[in-house]
């Protein structure tokens, strides 16, 4: 099912022909840079299976995100209802992950903004959060280009304690 689109980029239902890329994707040192590790194959199956219990059981979820022109999978952006144990938990977050082919050419912020539109007309969300490590200056800048204003900073509970990434930034929206 494609949800919606924006100029440049389709939003759809996951398919199993995407998995081999989301793989890949995930092992890119570059695309997981803020997170604790990349992801072997066994955790990105594990993640997509995730991903389509979200949509089954919430009516919404990380879209898989294709550009329009070639058909090409290139990541994900979309909504996840956050559950770790925080004062803003639990939230609906919206986020992103790119293959880092695709960084630095506006695809983020123009599909987290088409996200927002989306969740805020016809899901009815209310509020939206979203989060990442203090030192991840790229999601920081589309959270503030997509219009959220940041809310606080807080750290993460699943995160080591001791890493650089354990420090988070928070930034809400709402309707």
Known sequence: MIYFETERLRFRDWTREDLPQFRKMNKDPRVMRYFPAPLEDAETDAFFDRIQNEFKDSGYGLYAVELIETGEFIG????????????????????????????????????????????????????????TAKINLPSERVMQKIGMTKAGEFDHPNVQEGSPLKAHVLYRINA
Request: some cysteine; proline content about 2%.
């Open 76 to 131: 994900f952006i979309g909504f996840h209802e956050a559950s770790f144990k925080a004062s803003f938990t639990p939230c609906i977050e919206i986020g992103w992950r790119l293959k880092s082919s695709h960084f630095r050419k506006g695809y983020a912020t123009e599909g987290a903004r088409a996200c927002l539109d989306y969740g805020f007309k016809v899901l009815k969300f209310k509020e939206v959060y979203s989060f």
